[in-house]
């Protein structure tokens, strides 16, 4: 059984590109490339100076953007047809990063632009508004084709369904049955506009004539004909999944037909992931420090919180292969065996980081640590006692 976590020291154009050569493929890359903030922390985090072509005279942006390009299309080029791109970037180089992708990616595989609450009272230092968010930008390979469900069970609340059957005692909600798309009518969409049968005494709905049914059509609220969301035979399937009650409408009251949508269901129920990340629903810049110091101290200033990749992670299958080629503190590969511990899940993480020096004065460099490579390997080797799952080390890509 090949190992949860593999950690590859390299300059991580080289080894995207060493792993392209040997025909590999992930499905799914989540990373967080320096942000271009022009200070210094563990490591540097600025690209004023000479990056790969980029030149001297180059402005910081430039240089930037010259040393991630080529870097975004060795990851697109590892991608499979059904996969994913996360990257994560504050307002440094949001813009530059949208637009970088959108080229590289393609525009129409455009998924979200993500805003992530990672420090919820917001950067009181500096001039200006208290910055409390980042983004985190999503591309699919091929929109037509990812496997990406942009859902979660987790963002599931019980109290959206107040509702209780009286015989089960399992908890629902009611949707109107009728499609309230305007779109969809009896013009666009004529095989769901048909007649069923309802007693709002009982409740009781069928596709035929009963004794004590009125008949019911789909209308909108102004009267217009409507479609319904179910087919006929589904109607049928699914009788007791159906209600039938008086309802206000904008001429008066009027029958209506509505769906009984059960909180617990087949397959487990997941509901639309927003565009907003709140820091307690996924944790914040406080919690991931917490997170990496309690494996191998207070050695990185910014690491990503794991229930940030977690999230990423639960939008795709659960034997994905994970790759993350500016990996900092190792969050992606720490995320990916909590994972596979919560659901049983055989993911496999590819973390690259190169031998870059720590900063002399920083708190991985006073711990021992040399170079930001030491930290991801120090970090997955912690993962690896505590959680298990296993760890493969390399210095290049073969």
């Known amino acids: 059984m090949r190992p949860w976590n593999t950690f590859v020291e390299g300059d991580n154009l080289d080894v995207l590109r060493a792993m392209a050569a040997a025909g590999e493929q992930v499905d799914v890359v989540c990373t967080d490339p320096p942000y271009n903030t022009g200070h210094e922390f563990t490591y540097r985090d600025d690209f004023r100076g000479d990056?790969?072509?980029?030149?001297?005279?180059?402005?910081?942006?430039?240089?930037?953007?010259?040393?991630?390009?080529?870097?975004?299309?060795?990851?697109?080029?590892?991608?499979?047809?059904?996969?994913?791109?996360?990257?994560?970037?504050?307002?440094?180089?949001?813009?530059?990063?949208?637009?970088?992708?959108?080229?590289?990616?393609?525009?129409?595989?455009?998924?979200?632009?993500?805003?992530?609450?990672?420090?919820?009272?917001?950067?009181?230092?500096?001039?200006?508004?208290?910055t409390s968010h980042e983004y985190l930008l999503v591309y699919a390979r091929d929109a037509r084709r990812t496997v990406l469900d942009a859902s979660s069970a987790e963002t599931v609340v019980a109290a959206d369904f107040p509702l209780v059957d009286a015989e089960s005692g399992r908890r629902y909600r009611q949707l109107p049955l009728r499609n309230t798309n305007k779109k969809f009518n009896p013009v666009s969409a004529p095989t769901l506009h048909f007649p069923v049968w309802g007693d709002p005494g009982t409740g009781r709905v069928a596709t035929t004539p009963f004794a004590g049914a009125v008949e019911v059509v789909p209308v909108f609220g102004d009267g217009r004909p409507a479609v319904w969301r179910w087919s006929r035979p589904l109607m049928e399937e699914r009788p007791d999944d159906l209600v039938c009650r008086v309802v206000q409408g904008r001429r008066g009251e009027r029958v209506d037909v509505f769906q009984r949508d059960w909180l617990e269901r087949d397959g487990g129920r997941r509901k639309k992931l927003r565009t907003i990340w709140l820091a307690e629903e996924v944790g914040s810049t406080d919690t991931a420090v917490a997170e990496l110091k309690e494996l191998v101290g207070h050695v990185f200033e910014s690491p990503k919180p794991t229930g940030l990749v977690r999230r990423v992670l639960g939008t795709m299958p659960p034997d994905a292969v994970v790759l993350d080629p500016f990996a900092g503190s190792g969050t992606t590969g720490h995320a990916v065996a909590l994972a596979n511990l919560a659901d049983g899940g055989t993911r496999r993480c590819v973390s690259v980081n190169c031998a870059e020096p720590t900063r002399p004065g920083s708190n991985a460099h006073a711990a021992g640590l040399r170079t930001v490579a030491d930290i991801t390997r120090a970090r997955l080797r912690a993962v690896d006692r505590l959680l298990g799952g296993g760890l493969d080390e390399r210095v290049g890509w073969g």
Do not use: Y
Not at 79 to 94: C, K, M, P, Y
Not at 95 to 114: I, T
Not at 116 to 129: D, E
């Open 51 to 130: 990056v790969r072509g980029a030149g001297r005279a180059a402005g910081r942006h430039e240089a930037w953007a010259a040393m991630v390009r080529p870097r975004l299309e060795g990851c697109r080029d590892l991608l499979r047809e059904t996969g994913a791109l996360f990257v994560s970037i504050d307002d440094n180089e949001a813009a530059r990063l949208r637009l970088l992708l959108d080229e590289v990616m393609g525009e129409q595989n455009f998924l979200a632009q993500v805003v992530v609450n990672l420090n919820p009272k917001g950067r009181q230092l500096g001039r200006g508004f208290a």
